[in-house]
């Protein structure tokens, strides 16, 4: 907001606002952890009220301290990933999918979740010349296919909206019993990824994992799809860690740390 616009608003701008956005500044990802000195002398406040302000910057979240340095706070990183991880989502992620085209051969798409669809974001595709054309806004329902499976598996919202929307049958092999569905969502979570075939369309198999942000949130799934003649269900052991593998590759991208790497 613009001097002109706050005054013509009558909301006048608070100072000490100002003055923590100038401690913000100095930190860079050149100059990641300044001293207190180092603030101080680049935001030019008094000594007296940059002490303060940073003191309860470190006591609120924002900063973290060691020893005589300071850092962005983690919770600030955690408040701001909502506002940055749709709009970095594809950028951090399409490298993961190109990776998996590659070792499998077959296409990658990314998908996040509106409801009871899910809407396809990001396309790696195959060189196959037989292939199953994946568009970037391709929006499909959530019950039929193995991505949607994994949405379930991991986000508890996710069951009412598809209830809601009804399970609509769209081949022999689309799920339409409330129990089947249950167990398929209960196995992919037992599982960590999805594998189905022939529920959408006849002749297509599909396998999915899921993506977490840095809170451990399920923000996507990733997965490949392919005409069943070169992934069917006696490739699953063969693909299915590769598919795995990558959502792993593409939540550490978006901060995630499993309890194994956090020690």
Not at 8 to 14: D, F, Y
Not at 102 to 110: I, N, Q
Not at 181 to 186: K, S
């Amino acid at each position: 907001m613009t001097p002109m616009t706050e005054r013509a608003s009558g909301t006048p701008p608070l100072l000490v606002l100002g003055k923590v956005r100038q401690i913000l500044e100095c930190f860079s990802v050149e100059e990641p952890d300044p001293t207190l000195q180092q603030i101080t002398r680049s935001t030019g406040l008094p000594a007296s009220t940059c002490q303060r302000l940073v003191h309860n910057l470190v006591r609120e979240g924002f900063l973290d301290r060691d020893g005589d340095r300071y850092r962005i706070g983690m919770a600030f990183v955690r408040w701001a990933a909502p506002g940055t991880v749709g709009r970095d989502l594809v950028r951090l992620v399409r490298p993961v999918l190109q990776r998996l085209r590659d070792e499998t051969g077959e296409t990658a798409c990314l998908y996040v979740r509106d409801g009871a669809f899910r809407t396809v974001v990001a396309v790696a595709e195959t060189r196959h010349v037989v292939m199953r054309l994946f568009k970037v806004g391709m929006v499909m329902p959530m019950h039929a296919g193995a991505p949607g499976k994994v949405f379930l598996a991991h986000d508890p919202t996710a069951r009412a909206d598809v209830l809601a929307e009804g399970l609509r049958r769209f081949t022999p092999h689309t799920p339409v019993d409330v129990a089947v569905l249950d167990a398929q969502v209960e196995q992919a979570g037992n599982d960590g990824y999805s594998a189905t075939f022939s529920e959408r369309h006849e002749g297509v198999g599909s396998i999915s994992a899921p993506v977490f942000d840095q809170a451990g949130e399920l923000v996507a799934v990733l997965g490949i799809g392919a005409p069943t003649q070169r992934v069917g269900p006696a490739d699953v052991d063969r693909l299915a860690p590769a598919v795995v593998a990558a959502g792993a590759a593409a939540s550490r991208a978006l901060g995630f740390r499993s309890a194994t790497e956090l020690g």
